[in-house]
């Protein structure tokens, strides 16, 4: 039994952490009749998406729009006042989204070295959060993300949209009811073919960017004309490559299908190995996690060879296997016999959604940053293994490496001065 109301307020917000209490994170003043007025922070080609869509959600209002360049900046505006909402305000430092009284959430879409930091102070504020994938750039910040959420009561949603499309939250469904029996292993890829980075050149950051702010928490490095927008991914200092990329998408499914939480061990195949460029996380990368009951995930992903046309999942049970492919599913016996095949919608809408509902204290979120935050440290894991080439020993009670100080010295990074994450 709990008592004083401390403990009571810890329990709630550890419980909308999780999203196991609906209601307890609404914004003040936010009621079910009343739109949710959102922040955007980074507006690439993923933000700027997401704040279009947001725009045409009925009881949502995109008020502002944030980014350290101002071209993308401009772009993002003009692309939510085309979908129907009003032209939102323009800010190029996402601090001044924190400021604003208007706002109940923020959606953040920045590179992902600013992901764990700008949620963390935006709980602070009093601000709901929608953050893309990866959650953190390190296992550290995932823990303080949790911490954060649960503290100041905020619904935070990690946007693996896949856990809110109907027809794989029903083939989760099959697969918790038994459709394959036990399931015990699935393997998941994700390929792509990108083109070389090539060796960049230090040289003046372009007059359209806050480089500075770009960098943010982030150790500072001279500006190279082969670092943004995009390729920033494959340095450590900024990215987590092609697994926190989109990997987490796919182990984030896997994890749910199979029921299980933290590994017992990690091992990492694979390495830098097509291109001759600056690129410093592997472009070829094979990770298998190993968990308590018998059970496995193996994530295959090629930076460089888009080759592989099946399934992104495949589930496989003592009575048959199960495929997700797109929005869809598709169920076999043990003889390879079809039993079942679905298609379906996937999209962002239904995620950004089930976020607003959740904000507004009407459902929980599908993807609360208390399991978002376990799927990326799968990403984490896969990524110390490779740098330190070797397998690793995890704690399931809490996903920590054990008996490691190599790998246990990469569970957070340095910051820039002003800028560590707390809680």
Same mark, same amino acid.
């Given at each position: 039994?709990?008592?004083? /109301?401390?403990?009571?307020?810890?329990?709630?917000?550890?419980?909308?952490?999780?999203?196991?209490?609906?209601?307890?994170?609404?914004?003040?003043?936010?009621?079910?009749?009343? *739109?949710?007025? !959102?922040?955007?922070?980074?507006?690439?080609?993923?933000? +700027?998406?997401?704040?279009?869509?947001?725009?045409?959600?009925?009881?949502?209002?995109?008020?502002?729009?944030?980014?350290?360049?101002?071209?993308?900046?401009?772009?993002?505006? &003009?692309?939510?006042?085309?979908?129907?909402?009003? +032209?939102?305000?323009?800010?190029?430092?996402?601090?001044?989204?924190?400021?604003?009284?208007?706002?109940?959430?923020?959606? %953040? $879409? $920045?590179?992902?070295?600013?992901?764990?930091?700008?949620?963390?102070?935006?709980?602070?504020?009093?601000?709901?959060?929608?953050?893309?994938?990866?959650?953190?750039?390190?296992?550290?910040?995932?823990?303080?993300?949790?911490?954060?959420?649960? =503290?100041?009561?905020?619904?935070?949603?990690?946007? +693996?949209?896949? =856990?809110?499309?109907?027809?794989?939250?029903?083939?989760? @469904?099959? !697969?918790?009811?038994?459709?394959?029996?036990?399931?015990?292993?699935?393997?998941?890829?994700?390929?792509?073919?990108?083109?070389?980075?090539?060796?960049?050149?230090?040289?003046? $950051?372009? &007059?359209?960017?806050?480089? &500075?702010?770009?960098?943010?928490?982030?150790?500072?490095?001279?500006?190279? @004309?082969?670092?943004?927008?995009?390729?920033?991914?494959?340095?450590?200092?900024?990215?987590?490559?092609?697994?926190?990329?989109?990997?987490?998408?796919?182990?984030?499914?896997?994890?749910? #299908?199979?029921?299980?939480?933290?590994?017992?061990?990690?091992? /990492?195949?694979?390495?830098?190995?097509?291109?001759?460029?600056?690129?410093?996380? *592997?472009?070829?990368?094979?990770?298998?996690?190993?968990?308590?009951?018998?059970?496995? %995930? +193996?994530?295959?992903?090629?930076?460089?060879?888009?080759?592989?046309? #099946?399934?992104?999942?495949?589930?496989?049970?003592?009575?048959?296997? !199960?495929?997700?492919?797109?929005?869809?599913?598709? %169920?076999?016996?043990?003889?390879?016999?079809?039993?079942?095949?679905?298609?379906?919608?996937?999209? @962002?809408?239904?995620?950004?959604?089930?976020?607003?509902?959740?904000?507004?204290?009407?459902? /929980?979120?599908?993807?609360?940053? $208390?399991?978002?935050?376990?799927?990326?440290?799968?990403?984490?894991?896969?990524?110390?293994?490779?740098?330190?080439?070797?397998?690793?020993?995890?704690?399931?009670?809490?996903?920590?490496?054990?008996?490691?100080?190599?790998? =246990?010295?990469?569970?957070?990074?340095?910051?820039?001065?002003?800028?560590?994450?707390?809680?």
């Amino acid at each position: 039994m709990m008592t004083g /109301s401390l403990k009571r307020r810890e329990f709630l917000g550890m419980a909308a952490a999780a999203g196991l209490v609906p209601g307890v994170s609404r914004a003040k003043g936010t009621v079910a009749n009343e *739109p949710v007025v !959102l922040g955007v922070m980074g507006t690439g080609g993923r933000g +700027t998406e997401l704040a279009r869509e947001l725009a045409g959600i009925p009881g949502a209002s995109v008020a502002a729009v944030c980014d350290v360049d101002r071209r993308r900046v401009a772009r993002a505006a &003009e692309a939510v006042a085309k979908a129907g909402g009003k +032209t939102p305000a323009t800010e190029g430092d996402f601090r001044r989204l924190l400021d604003r009284r208007d706002l109940d959430a923020i959606v %953040i $879409a $920045a590179a992902d070295h600013w992901h764990a930091p700008a949620t963390i102070l935006a709980c602070a504020a009093g601000k709901h959060v929608y953050v893309e994938k990866p959650c953190s750039h390190n296992p550290r910040e995932g823990e303080l993300m949790v911490e954060a959420a649960a =503290r100041h009561e905020r619904v935070v949603q990690l946007g +693996t949209q896949r =856990r809110s499309w109907p027809k794989v939250r029903e083939a989760i @469904d099959q !697969l918790h009811e038994g459709a394959i029996g036990r399931p015990y292993f699935a393997v998941c890829r994700y390929h792509n073919n990108r083109p070389s980075i090539g060796h960049g050149k230090e040289c003046p $950051a372009p &007059e359209w960017l806050d480089y &500075e702010l770009w960098q943010g928490p982030a150790p500072r490095r001279p500006f190279r @004309d082969n670092i943004l927008h995009y390729n920033w991914h494959w340095f450590w200092n900024w990215g987590t490559g092609e697994i926190g990329n989109n990997g987490v998408h796919y182990l984030d499914v896997c994890r749910w #299908g199979l029921g299980v939480s933290y590994p017992t061990r990690v091992s /990492s195949g694979g390495g830098h190995d097509v291109h001759d460029d600056d690129q410093e996380t *592997p472009d070829t990368h094979v990770v298998t996690f190993d968990f308590d009951g018998r059970r496995s %995930i +193996t994530f295959e992903g090629l930076s460089c060879g888009e080759y592989h046309s #099946g399934p992104e999942m495949v589930f496989y049970g003592d009575k048959g296997a !199960l495929a997700i492919s797109g929005a869809g599913y598709s %169920i076999v016996d043990p003889s390879g016999k079809p039993v079942r095949k679905e298609s379906g919608e996937g999209g @962002d809408v239904v995620h950004l959604t089930n976020f607003l509902d959740a904000v507004r204290g009407g459902t /929980s979120p599908h993807a609360p940053i $208390a399991e978002g935050s376990i799927s990326t440290l799968l990403c984490h894991l896969g990524n110390i293994a490779h740098r330190v080439g070797r397998s690793l020993r995890i704690d399931p009670k809490d996903g920590h490496v054990l008996d490691d100080p190599d790998a =246990r010295s990469l569970w957070s990074r340095e910051y820039a001065p002003g800028w560590e994450p707390k809680v």
